[in-house]
């Protein structure tokens, strides 16, 4: 599926000054700068701070009764999160900007695991308090050299890595010039370390399978419903090779012919009802026939039964669900026949 580039936040004012205040001051302080440096930089966080409790409030007004978040990220001037509003639907995302809610697009919150696993660990709002960051800067600017730090920004969400919710705050040294992320506990300012992670196994090649996934879409689907049980879906493709699901929350998956289901790249495109359709729509058994209706229909050669593969899918515009055939032994542009969800003819493109 194609993809397009993340949109990345403009960067804080904060920043910007620390990206020329490290080229300026790096190889050599006086006493005298480094105080005003210190200083400064103690003035930042109480203006951070000060920000993430007007975004709290915020939050409040807006979600009332104490929401759950799966990720929340801000920094001096901007914040932004990612908010549970019901057990059946993706997070929403909302981006506060100084006093005022702006909008999202071209811009994306993705939490560091996969998204039911960020929501099974989703964080009330209540649990967001700045007194623990504020004992985390104080430990951290205790230590010689790190006085004048900058915190460029924080995010939180729940971290595969440590097992539990987190803080990792992106710091810029203005002694060394380097930039490195740290973690801490959001309820206590403690830090919080992560052990390096084992080298993975080398890979084994699963035996294959099956020889037409075309017939195995049911087993497909048991499979990805042992991973991710409630997202409704998006669309499904299947041919003969790989059956792709697009979920609604715009995650993707992969099943190949060894019936190994893989987590795919976020579909970022445009083509996709993101109210999503349930598999209980459809009438998975009359795929089967589909293929032979199909070129019946459009009065094709009997070998393009063989070549039949499917999608299965809602306009953009989250209309009617259809399951469409297309037949890849014709050029393009190739034959294609529309069924509804219970296999009833639609209407075909010859």
Known sequence: ???????????????????????AFAAAQT?????????????????????????RQALAVRYPGDPRLTMLEFGESEATALVLTSPA????????????????????LEPWARPDVAAANAFPLSSVRAPPFRAWQDAWRRVPGQATDFFMKYAMGYDPA????????????????????????????????????????????????SDDLRRDVGIAITALRRE????RMGAVRVTAREIAFTLADRSTWRFDATHTLTPGPRYDGSFLCEQGWAESDV???????????????????????????????????????????????????????RFDPRGRLLRSSQ
């Open 228 to 231: 991710v049980p409630a997202t």
């Open 31 to 55: 006493p005298d700068v480094a105080a005003i440096q210190a200083r400064e930089a103690r003035n930042a966080d109480t203006r951070t701070l000060a920000a993430l409790e007007r975004f």
């Open 283 to 337: 009438d998975w058994g009359t795929l089967e026939v589909l293929p032979r209706n199909g070129v019946l229909a459009a009065g094709l050669g009997d070998d393009a039964e063989q070549h039949a593969r499917f999608v299965i899918d809602r306009p953009r515009d989250c209309g009617g669900l259809a399951i469409e055939v297309f037949y890849d032994n014709y050029r393009a542009p190739q034959p294609w026949v």
């Open 162 to 209: 440590a097992g539990r919710v987190v803080v990792r705050a992106t710091v810029g040294s203005m002694t060394t010039g380097r930039i490195a992320e740290q973690r801490f506990d959001p309820s206590s300012g403690a830090p919080v370390a992560v052990a390096a992670a084992a080298p993975p196994p080398a890979p084994k090649w699963a035996p294959r399978r």
């Open 1 to 23: 599926m194609p993809t397009r580039p993340r949109a990345v936040a403009p960067l804080p004012l904060a920043a910007a000054i620390l990206a020329l205040a490290i080229a």
């Open 89 to 108: 639907s993706p997070p929403e995302f909302v981006i506060w900007r100084g006093d005022r809610w702006i909008g999202t697009e071209n811009r994306k």
